[in-house]
């Protein structure tokens, strides 16, 4: 696609569930990021994929956190137990070349509210 | 450890005077520094990027920074304001020893007056 699409763009859950939020970053990009914006706290890092290389989880809040990317393409960020802490809007970002230009491409992000 | 810090929340400008937001920088080795800016309901675009080479990066929109080593400073600057910039500018650093994440500040918040 033209640009990172993210779904839910709104997503609102209760204390305890589990949730999905996915990234479709552009076509032939071989890196993708998640963060995590929280009002005030910036851009909190949480994994890295780079192509077929085992992704960097080194800033996963939790083991409630987990994230996959099938085919190299399409990411999905799982939590589960949701917690209100958890409410944030998670950012997903892709880029072409390698992780040292830092020039990435951002999605427009997935609002969670956990109730 | 990599940090960056964005000293001010909020910067307010006259529409047509200079701006300038700013960011300092820690990374062990040499670092490659970043300006993105979010408009608002919208994702971040990057706005420039020091790699190397000369200290004074231009970029999208009339941006402009300047890499200072001696002071680890990285500010944003732009000789005219647009009420447009208005926008949340965010500041980013990693350390070119190969670390995969890109550190980013808390951001500021700019407002341009008409």
């Known amino acids: 696609g033209a640009g990172v699409s993210q779904s839910p763009s709104n997503k609102v859950t209760e204390k305890g569930k589990d949730v999905e939020l996915r990234c479709d970053p552009i076509s032939g990009h071989t890196a993708l990021y998640w963060y995590r914006q929280s009002l005030g706290q910036g851009l909190e890092f949480l994994i890295y994929?780079?192509?077929?290389?085992?992704?960097?989880k080194s800033g996963l809040p939790s083991d409630r956190f987990s994230a996959e990317r099938t085919g190299g393409s399409v990411s999905t960020l799982t939590i589960q137990r949701t917690q209100q802490e958890d409410s944030a809007v998670y950012l997903c970002a892709s880029t072409a070349t390698g992780p040292n230009t830092g020039e990435l491409f951002f999605g427009e992000g997935s609002r969670l509210t956990v109730l | 450890a990599q940090s960056v810090a964005q000293p001010e929340d909020q910067v307010n400008v006259a529409e047509g005077n200079p701006l300038t937001v700013k960011c300092t920088y820690s990374v062990s080795g040499n670092p490659y520094l970043f300006w993105y800016v979010q408009y608002p309901n919208r994702g971040l675009q990057f706005l420039l990027k020091?790699?190397?080479?000369?200290?004074l990066v231009k970029g999208s929109y009339g941006f402009e920074a300047e890499f200072n080593k001696s002071q680890t400073s990285f500010h944003l600057k732009k000789p005219s304001a647009l009420v447009s910039d208005s926008a949340l500018y965010f500041c980013?650093?990693?350390?070119?020893?190969?670390?995969?994440?890109?550190?980013f500040g808390t951001g500021t918040r700019l407002t341009v007056i008409p």
């Open positions: 020091y790699i190397t080479g000369d200290n």
């Open positions: 994929f780079q192509g077929n290389s085992a992704p960097d």
């Open positions: 980013a650093v990693r350390d070119i020893t190969g670390a995969n994440n890109l550190f």
